[in-house]
């Protein structure tokens, strides 16, 4: 009995063993869900456009903004992620969309027709696009423009509704952006513009544009919001995902109430839900309105305190604008000065032409007057005196070579003045550690502003340090600097019995260059901003308000510093303070 026991135990032992190893064998060779691919652990990169309020823009700050932007930070800081923004035109970040160097587009119209490019994330916002014109223009519709140029932003929505309405017969002209279509417009170059309403009226605001304006109707509404390469279903979860928490949380509604105002209010309310409401109202009525006055007042303040804090943003808003005015000012003025240094360095190399042959002719022909002089010597004691160029030649023949030595001189001279205006107009960007004498600079300056000096005074005096010790520098630099105070100098001055001083001087650790002059002065408030860019008291007889700026970099760059002292109406005294070479 025991023997048939252990054989129907070792039978069972058997059975249950074979069924393990088919089952773990089965369990292997199973063929397993492919798993998804993880998420980068780089941060996420987003395309951006740098000019869309109030969905994604630039601050002054260089600081990304929007309701795009706060959303995409909202979206990573739920799901544990980092963001980074890259602003790229429309077509460029369609393409880095495709190549995986951008994994998310944060701004995306869904017209609602087949896409192959994009996956879209649920929409959290709808856009309307407009039709824009001139104040003065008579369209009312895109029928209207028949034959007529508009303005689309390249890539973009407006563009392909166009090219697919041939029939409207309508040539569309893209730019980079919704706001050179603006500018555009407004200057009367196109005849309409395509473009969305919302960032259109701000846009406006802040060019300050009030000539156009879009028809009433918008042309139509687009979903609009977060867009993915098609195909990556990783990552369109993470930002549906993303977008779902925001909502649950309330964390949507304040994004968007703080960019766009507040939500509609949700359709469809139960009666349950009003009978609750109700209850909840009727319940502290009573109370509620013994608490009025007491309310009024906490509202008066908030209103007061809240107004002063609008008055404090427009106040700022209006100081942003006008820097930035006077920033394109600043630009534009740097810009002619380039151009004005390209045309001098020209001009001084047309001049140097002609003087070269006049350097190389002139010898030649005093070394031919000294061979003509005697036969022309003895033709006089010959046959008595006679004309040349139409003068006797008795006047003439010692006229002639203080003539020609005089021009000899003057064309070398043309020739120090051009070398030295090509030094000055040439970038150097030589270190500025060799020695340098101060007094050879102020020396080669003068040649240049010689002229204006004769013509601004009668009173110039050099009083220049003989025992001035070598500097550390860049020698054509602070020959700028000498130059500008000269001529800064000269046009101080009223009257030519006013005098200029040019001196300079050795200090206990330092080396000075004075220029000192007898004009109209400063006033007191205008001397902390002399070296500004830009500022000058003398704009309307040319000046440009850079000579004193560039000097003082270039004093700083030196190790050293310009300083001004004056009296209005009894002069100006100039310092440039130089530390000795160690």
Not at 438 to 461: G, I, M, Y
Request: negative net charge; charged residues 20%.
């Amino acid at each position: 009995m025991i023997d048939k026991v252990n054989f129907y135990l070792q039978d069972a032992l058997m059975t249950v063993s074979c069924n393990l190893i088919f089952a773990l064998l089965a369990m292997l060779c199973w063929p397993l869900p492919a798993l998804a691919d993880p998420l980068p652990l780089r941060p996420l990169v987003i395309g951006c456009n740098p000019d869309f309020p109030p969905y994604e823009f630039v601050m002054l700050s260089g600081e990304p903004a929007g309701l795009n932007v706060d959303l995409s930070r909202a979206i990573a800081e739920v799901m544990g992620v980092e963001v980074e923004f890259r602003y790229v035109p429309w077509d460029e970040a369609r393409r880095q969309l495709a190549a995986g160097r951008l994994d998310i587009l944060e701004g995306v119209s869904d017209s609602g027709a087949g896409n192959t490019e994009f996956d879209f994330a649920p929409p959290h916002s709808q856009i309307y696009q407009a039709l824009w014109v001139r104040n003065d223009a008579r369209y009312h519709a895109l029928s209207d423009l028949s034959g007529q140029q508009v303005l689309v932003v390249r890539g973009r929505e407006m563009q392909h509704f166009l090219a697919q309405r041939p029939e409207l017969r309508i040539e569309s002209i893209a730019v980079d952006s919704l706001e050179d279509a603006l500018r555009l417009l407004a200057i009367g170059r196109y005849a309409a513009a395509l473009g969305a309403k919302l960032p259109g009226e701000y846009l406006l605001g802040r060019l300050q544009v009030e000539s156009l304006r879009p028809i009433a109707r918008p042309l139509l509404a687009e979903e609009y919001g977060f867009a993915v390469k098609k195909g990556n279903k990783e990552m369109l979860a993470l930002v549906t995902e993303g977008l779902a928490l925001l909502k649950q949380s309330g964390q949507y509604r304040q994004i968007y109430n703080k960019w766009l105002g507040p939500l509609p209010a949700p359709e469809g309310i139960s009666r349950s839900h009003i009978i609750r409401l109700g209850g909840m109202i009727l319940g502290p009525l009573l109370l509620a309105m013994t608490l009025v006055l007491l309310w009024s007042w906490t509202l008066k303040r908030q209103v007061r305190r809240r107004t002063a804090d609008l008055k404090l943003e427009v106040a700022e808003r209006e100081r942003a604008m006008g820097e930035l005015e006077r920033h394109q000012q600043q630009l534009i003025q740097a810009d002619k000065m380039t151009s004005l240094g390209v045309l001098v360095s020209g001009v001084a190399h047309e001049i140097n032409n002609p003087n070269a042959l006049l350097l190389l002719n002139l010898p030649q022909l005093q070394r031919a007057w000294v061979d003509i002089a005697p036969l022309l010597d003895e033709r006089l004691e010959d046959r008595g005196d006679f004309s040349v160029g139409r003068l006797p030649y008795s006047q003439m023949r010692s006229e002639i070579p203080e003539m020609l030595g005089e021009m000899q001189a003057s064309a070398g001279r043309i020739k120090r003045i051009v070398v030295d205006l090509k030094d000055f107009a040439r970038r150097d960007d030589s270190p500025v550690s060799t020695l340098v004498d101060l007094n050879q600079v102020v020396e080669a300056a003068l040649r240049l502003v010689e002229n204006p000096l004769k013509n601004a005074t009668d009173h110039f005096s050099l009083q220049l340090d003989k025992s001035l010790p070598l500097i550390g520098g860049n020698g054509q630099r602070i020959e700028q600097v000498v130059i500008n105070l000269l001529l800064n100098a000269c046009q101080a001055l009223n009257d030519p019995a006013q005098p200029i001083v040019l001196r300079t001087l050795m200090g206990t650790e330092e080396v000075r260059l004075e220029v000192e002059d007898g004009g109209c002065g400063v006033a007191p408030e205008h001397l902390a901003q002399l070296t500004d860019p830009f500022f000058t008291t003398r704009r309307e007889s040319g000046g440009t308000g850079l000579g004193l700026s560039v000097s003082a970099g270039i004093a700083h760059e030196h190790g050293g510093r310009l300083e001004f002292s004056s009296t209005p109406g009894q002069g100006t005294l100039a310092r440039l303070i130089l530390p000795r070479k160690s």
